[in-house]
């Protein structure tokens, strides 16, 4: 069973920077788009920034002009570029790919921003 490893997370000071890493254990093939996730405590999972086999990206409104998601899809490899980060910004962050008609999940890293 294909699993999506996520690196970069960890605690930083507001108006720092970090960078998310997620590839899988094994090939996926025919991808149709990677993306971020994040879940803070009490609130549901909700997209972050994705990016299409096409190059499109969309980012939540929250985080433009503060993260940029990346992608290289014959590596299948996809970055999230956090800058300026906030205290609002601490939540567990996954990864995502579709492709196939099948959806692929992180098991999450940790995103910590303190005051």
């Known amino acids: 069973q294909v699993q999506l490893v996520e690196s970069g997370g960890g605690l930083v000071q507001a108006g720092g920077s970090l960078r998310l890493s997620c590839t899988p254990s094994e090939d996926i093939f025919d991808i149709l788009a990677m993306g971020w996730y994040r879940q803070a405590p009490g609130e549901e999972r909700a997209v972050v920034a994705a990016?299409?086999?096409?190059?499109?990206?969309t980012y939540t409104d929250s985080v433009k002009g503060r993260f940029t998601i990346s992608g290289d899809f014959a590596k299948t490899t996809v970055y999230l570029q956090m800058n300026s980060l906030k205290p609002e910004d601490t939540a567990i962050y996954y990864c995502?790919?579709?492709?196939?008609?099948?959806?692929?999940w992180g098991q999450g890293t940790q995103v910590t921003v303190s005051s």
């Open positions: 990016i299409h086999s096409s190059g499109a990206t």
């Open positions: 995502a790919i579709t492709a196939g008609g099948i959806g692929y």
